[in-house]
């Protein structure tokens, strides 16, 4: 088998099940434990997509659900397949198969790249506005090919065959991350005997832990990982979510979570399993630990193919066992991306050069690199990378961060792998979702979640709180906190101890400069998924737009399923520097649920068919299916429509019903009109004013027609109406407008004439209605009952 990035050794792989999957119509292998992106990158598959507005290469970028380019169809046939799904959340499994989602003949040759290469000056931000407006009769094949081009997924023509459902949950404290600090809060929450809902995106619990070069009480942090879901599992008021996103957090703690059940498994997932399921869940309180996700730097050509986050490269080295090349280059701003580089050696392979954008970096990564002979050029930073379809190298220079320019000619460095670190951004979209204004810290570089009506507590990294001590002891608190406020006795903990290592900050550094300006400097990208550069932005601030709210529709930064994750911090940064004003100045973007997409199998769940609107029956449907009737749908009952006879089609059956009734006698079930009953001392009264009609002087025993209009005089609705007593009639409307007539009712009764003493009570279940005609009615009606039938007494 080959997989020629795949390591000999390491990850969290079972190297013993070998798994076989197709990508654009090209079979490869992978492992148990594989993601479809660790999988692909495994085999060497360079070009995942085609961008969104420029057609260019894209490859994968990241390791996680902020992973812009590798959006993917998913599916073998076309009743089960799922639009836009990120490889880097898809796990692995056999006869897995995908497609991208764009690319004209085929992804890597693909003829709208020709725009890539004039892009930016045809497609300016807005030349949607610009361009298409004339001639106006040309609108619609403009749309046509806008459509054609977007390069999103494409909705399955079949009916899904798959079962999706959804779950009321309720619970004392629910911990949305369980990563280090998720883990120790729900530790803390669970030992105080709360109900407790923990609920991770990723197929295991751990999150950073499960790659990390950090011990904890001189042990893999995995093995604390294990020994927490282990307790945590063996109490009775737990609640293990893995496979779960927590897309929207709306009013009075009630959340949403989008539970991937079978994903994994593909076809070998049980007949009748449920694939996805919504919990819908009340939480006395929430424990948001989120995390953070680490921000690229904007350089040129930073979307080609080769290009990474750096922590995303550790994740495939250390979890995978993948390396995405053979020699790396390493470009950041603090010194918790220096781990990829010592990752990297581990795995015996090259370090090129780390380029780092601070003056003097000392924390304790740095010196452990330079102790291993890794070159590391301070106050410099990748300027751009070379390459079309992949990286081959990249432009290393001397730059001046607070003059925003290159200092020096800088030189080109081979390597087939950039990878680069901005810095990292608390995760703050759900602690957003209710209109919680973030808060920029700048001792972070990063926006915090700000006060908020919710009743939560944000540990860890959301709270900019990033040292793996520090974390767990902040996780562990606000776990403890959020049962205390739920009601339960507050416990203590021994946390294990964490390597504590010194730290240097982060450089505020958002966009590398270029010696040339950066509408003239090869494209930088901000917004990898919406081909939103760095000239864009500028232009769109230029053009008027100051408000970042302005900013990102003109733009599109920010947009679609990307939420902002990578992109959004620099590309505020970019815009509060053309403006000349600070960051905190220009703010954020407000964030909205979905934070991931979502199917529609699962927000709609079981509610479709027969359970989306439920069938009514009349209480004679049982003799109606006996005797072979042919039903019509009438609102939501089943109404009987004719009965065939030795093979009769509608029409001849109808024929014959028809004659039987004019000849003889004919029996109609008439259960599905709505029947309301009416009672009060001014019954009749207000049947005089609903009606058009008078009914004061119907007698008891007699029904009369009546005739309901609206405000502006059309027909409302229509039925005969009995007089049981004085004050008592029963009412009996279209089988369509029984509720909407109930409700008119009592509108009418509550608003307008509140003084009639008048009440209304639906019976359109409680009683059966038929009704009789044909020349013998009378006779057949005779046989069961003792009511004088004559002509004269009965009229």
């Not at 290469?57 to 993917?72: K, M, Q, T, W």
């Not at 749309?143 to 999103?152: D, H, N, Q, S």
């Not at 105080?192 to 042990?219: H, N, P």
């Not at 009639?756 to 005609?773: E, G, I, Q």
Request: proline residues 5%.
């Amino acid at each position: 088998m080959s997989q020629t990035n795949r390591l000999s050794n390491g990850g969290r792989i079972d190297r013993n099940k070998v798994l076989t999957f197709t990508f654009n119509g090209q079979s490869y292998k992978g492992f148990e434990g594989d993601t479809l992106a660790s999988a692909l990158l495994a085999n060497g598959v360079d070009i995942i997509g085609r961008s969104f507005k420029y057609s260019r290469p894209r490859g994968i970028f990241a390791a996680g659900c902020e992973e812009p380019n590798a959006v993917l169809q998913i599916g073998a046939t076309e009743a089960t397949q799922i639009p836009n799904v990120r490889a880097t959340q898809q796990a692995l499994y056999q006869g897995l198969v995908a497609t991208s989602t764009n690319g004209w003949p085929s992804v890597n040759n693909d003829m709208m790249g020709i725009l890539g290469k004039v892009g930016g000056k045809l497609m300016p931000p807005g030349f949607y506005y610009k361009t298409f407006m004339y001639p106006q009769s040309f609108w619609m094949t403009y749309e046509k090919y806008i459509r054609k081009a977007a390069g999103l997924g494409r909705s399955p023509t079949e009916n899904d065959p798959d079962t999706y459902d959804n779950m009321n949950q309720h619970c004392d404290v629910l911990i949305v991350g369980g990563g280090p600090a998720g883990l120790a809060a729900a530790l803390a929450a669970a030992r105080s005997g709360a109900r407790v809902i923990l609920a991770d995106e990723q197929e295991e619990f751990g999150g950073t832990l499960l790659d990390s070069r950090e011990s904890l009480d001189g042990k893999p942090a995995v093995e604390w990982v294990a020994s927490v879901v282990a307790e945590l599992k063996s109490l009775p008021d737990v609640l293990l979510l893995p496979r779960a996103t927590v897309n929207g957090y709306h009013d009075h703690n009630f959340l949403t979570i989008h539970e991937r059940l079978t994903d994994h498994l593909g076809d070998r997932a049980p007949i009748g399993q449920v694939r996805q399921r919504i919990h819908r869940v009340r939480a006395k309180r929430v424990v948001l630990a989120t995390g953070a996700h680490e921000r690229p730097l904007v350089y040129g050509n930073n979307d080609v193919p080769g290009n990474m986050l750096a922590g995303a490269v550790s994740t495939y080295v250390r979890r995978y066992g993948v390396a995405p090349g053979k020699k790396l280059v390493l470009s950041t701003n603090n010194d918790h991306a220096y781990r990829v580089a010592l990752d990297w050696l581990d795995a015996s392979l090259q370090v090129v050069a780390i380029a780092d954008a601070r003056h003097n970096p000392r924390g304790a990564l740095v010196e452990e690199a330079r102790a291993k002979g890794i070159r590391i050029l301070t106050s410099s930073a990748v300027i751009e990378a070379r390459g079309s379809k992949h990286v081959t190298g990249a432009r290393v220079a001397a730059i001046d961060v607070k003059a925003h320019k290159v200092t020096s000619p800088g030189e080109w460095l081979d390597c087939d792998l950039i990878a680069s670190s901005g810095g990292y951004s608390p995760v703050v979209h759900l602690a957003s979702h209710l209109g919680g204004k973030p808060v920029w810290r700048e001792d972070i570089l990063g926006f915090v979640p700000g006060e908020a009506p919710q009743k939560r507590v944000c540990v860890g990294g959301i709270n900019g709180v990033y040292s793996l001590g520090d974390t767990l002891a902040d996780g562990f608190e606000g776990g403890v906190r959020a049962a205390s406020e739920a009601g339960f006795q507050s416990v203590e903990g021994v946390l294990p101890k964490a390597l504590a290592r010194l730290e240097e900050p982060t450089l505020a550094l958002f966009q590398v400069p270029h010696e040339k300006g950066t509408a003239r400097a090869p494209k930088q990208f901000v917004d990898l998924q919406n081909d939103v550069t760095a000239a864009a932005i500028e232009l769109a601030t230029r053009e008027g737009f100051e408000s970042v709210e302005h900013v990102k529709r003109y733009t599109a930064l920010g947009f679609g399923t990307d939420q902002g994750k990578l992109g959004n911090v620099n590309g505020l940064a970019i815009a509060a520097r053309s403006l000349n004003v600070s960051i905190p100045q220009m703010g954020t973007t407000m964030f909205r649920p979905n934070y991931t997409p979502i199917t529609f199998g699962a927000v709609a769940g079981r509610h479709c068919g027969h359970i989306f609107e439920p069938v009514r029956f009349t209480a004679l449907h049982a003799w109606h299916v006996k005797n072979g009737a042919e039903f019509e749908d009438v609102g939501q009952w089943k109404r009987p429509w004719y009965f065939p006879k030795n093979g009769e089609d509608l029409h001849a059956a109808v024929k014959r019903e028809c004659q039987a009734v004019r000849d003889s006698v004919g029996l109609l079930d008439a259960s599905t009109l709505g029947k309301i009953d009416i009672q009060g001392p001014d019954a009749r009264e207000f049947l005089n004013r609903i009606y058009t009609n008078a009914w004061t002087k119907l007698d008891v025993g007699k029904a009369r027609y009546g005739l309901m209009c609206k405000e502006d005089g059309m027909v409302f609705d229509d039925g005969v109406t009995a007089c049981l007593a004085d004050n008592h009639f029963l009412m009996t409307t279209t089988t369509g407008g029984a509720a909407r007539v109930l409700q008119w009712l009592e509108i009418y009764q509550q608003t307008e004439w509140p003084d009639l003493k008048v009440y209304f009570t639906s019976v359109t279940d409680h009683w059966a209605t038929m009704t009789l005609s044909g020349p013998n009615s009378r006779k057949l009606l005779s046989e069961v009952t003792d009511i004088d039938l004559d002509k004269d007494g009965f009229p």
